[in-house]
């Protein structure tokens, strides 16, 4: 098998390889760190060996709960924010049929999120359709108190009661949450519910290889065996290759940050292709929980190509120049379509005829990539062969390492959130919570 490449050619008018060898030292003890578990955040590195300690046992058991849910259920509800859903959804959308949900005898049951918001419309317009269908409901959350998902959860979990009865809302209902304590564990075992555990060792943003991540995709249908496969390949690169260079993890995580000391502040992860418009969703709360702290981190952004030129594009070629690019490039897709011949050629394509979509892509992909770089716009390019399981498993591990390398040569701690607490001490204050008495008349003076 492959792996996935790396080519930061098209960073080198912006910083040398020589400047990339001066980090050789900073990346051996990041990397030192990691596998000592003796850098900041040593309690959440969990993540770093789940590919090769999810056994087929454990697999099994997420796939045979998967196998329950799809034999009751036209929907599935995953419940969950950030973390908590983020992975699921770029796995899922990644992996899916672009209209899965109109096609017919398609793909059952089909995956839905809530508690990802607090939109009343949203859920409102959720629970019409789910009403409309058999459902069942997998919620994910590691604390059980996170509000978003708390509220979802409580909405559908009575309307599976009041539809389905207690016991018959129990077979419909899987929590994944922490082994022992927080509130959903408490609610899983007074209720009864099947449930899986977050190693306590694994945070949000760091669980998709968790059952978070895998059984939400299993339920869609997706390899999950080969996700992980594909991670433990990329594991075994990622510690079987000691020099900088030919390490495709470190090599990201060192061109980012001396793009970053350049003043180049804000990544943006592009993409050519929509069905991985939410595995950058998943890439920017990776990023941006990790590193933006103390004052410091880059801005992790996306773009959806060509689309976003449209939109986007003026200000990535001409606007400010504090920003980089990395194009998560796909070198083959599933299905070819070519150009078909028209007579009149009134709108001049017939230059384009005989040529496949993705042949096209590729050259709006490399046309922009030139465009761009001359603008002054360093590119990173990571390509994998095509978008599969196998392949999406090793861009995860792949992400996820760099990323706590990364942390570590900017000097934070990448595994933990301290900044997400301030918006929802305020949102509790403002909504009357008790203990928060004094925040709320406070905030209540500056509104
Ligand atoms: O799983 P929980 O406890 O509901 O938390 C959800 C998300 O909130 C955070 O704690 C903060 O955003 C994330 O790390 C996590 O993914």
């Given amino acids: 098998m492959e792996a996935i490449r790396i080519d930061i050619s098209k960073t080198l008018n912006f910083l040398s390889q020589s400047e990339i060898e001066t980090y050789q030292s900073s990346v051996s003890k990041s990397r030192q760190a990691l596998a000592q578990k003796t850098g900041a955040g040593n309690d959440f590195l969990g993540w770093l060996d789940l590919p090769n300690q999810i056994d087929s046992a454990y697999l099994e058991e997420i796939k045979q709960t998967a196998h329950h849910l799809k034999s009751i259920s036209e929907v599935v509800v995953v419940v969950g924010i950030g973390g908590s859903y983020l992975g699921a959804k770029a796995v899922i959308d990644a992996l899916s049929h672009h209209f899965s949900h109109l ?23 959720l629970l019409e359709i789910v009403n ?15 509000t978003e998902p708390a509220i979802a959860f409580r909405l559908l979990k009575q309307n599976l009661e009041e539809r389905y009865g207690k016991e018959g809302a129990k077979e419909r209902i899987v929590a994944i949450t922490d082994p022992q304590g927080g509130a959903l564990r408490k609610m899983a075992t007074n209720e009864g519910y099947k449930t899986f555990s977050i190693p306590p060792d694994v945070g949000g943003r760091y669980s998709v290889l968790t059952p978070v991540g895998l059984l939400p995709i299993a339920i869609a249908g997706f390899d999950i065996e080969q996700l992980v496969t594909g ?47 939410y595995f950058a969703e998943w890439w920017k709360q990776l990023y941006g929980e990790s590193e933006g702290k103390d004052g410091k981190g880059i801005f992790p952004a996306s773009v959806n190509f060509t689309s976003d030129l ?51 892509n590729k050259q709006a992909e490399l046309g922009t990539l030139l465009a761009h770089v001359e603008g002054g716009v360093p590119n990173v390019l990571i390509e994998i062969p095509v978008i599969n399981e196998y392949y999406i498993g090793q861009l995860i591990y792949f992400f996820e390492k760099a990323c706590a390398i990364s942390g570590y040569i900017l000097e934070v701690n990448p595994f ?32």
Wanted: hydrophobic share 35%.
């Fill in 231 to 277: 991670a433990k390949d990329m594991k075994r690169l990622s510690e079987s290759t000691p020099t900088l260079q030919e390490n495709p993890v470190s090599l990201y995580a060192v061109v980012r940050n001396i793009l970053y000391k350049k003043g180049k502040k804000t990544e943006i992860l592009v993409n050519y292709h929509p069905r991985l418009q």
């Fill in 416 to 447: 933990d959130q301290p900044g997400v607490e301030a918006y929802k001490n305020n949102m509790f204050a403002l909504l009357g919570k008790e203990g928060y008495e004094k925040l709320a008349e406070e905030l209540k003076a500056k509104l």
């Fill in 103 to 125: 096609k017919i005898g398609g793909q059952t049951p089909l995956v839905l999120y809530a508690g990802q918001n607090i939109c009343a419309d949203y859920h409102a317009d």
């Fill in 310 to 360: 449209h939109s986007m594009g003026q200000w990535i070629q001409d606007g400010e120049r504090t920003i980089f690019e990395t194009i998560l490039s796909v070198k083959n897709t599933k299905k070819r379509i070519d150009i078909p011949y028209d007579s009149t050629n009134l709108d001049k394509m017939n230059y384009l005829v005989g040529k496949s979509l993705q042949e096209v």
């Fill in 132 to 146: 409309e269908r058999e459902y069942s409901v997998v919620v994910i959350s590691k604390s059980g108190t996170t």
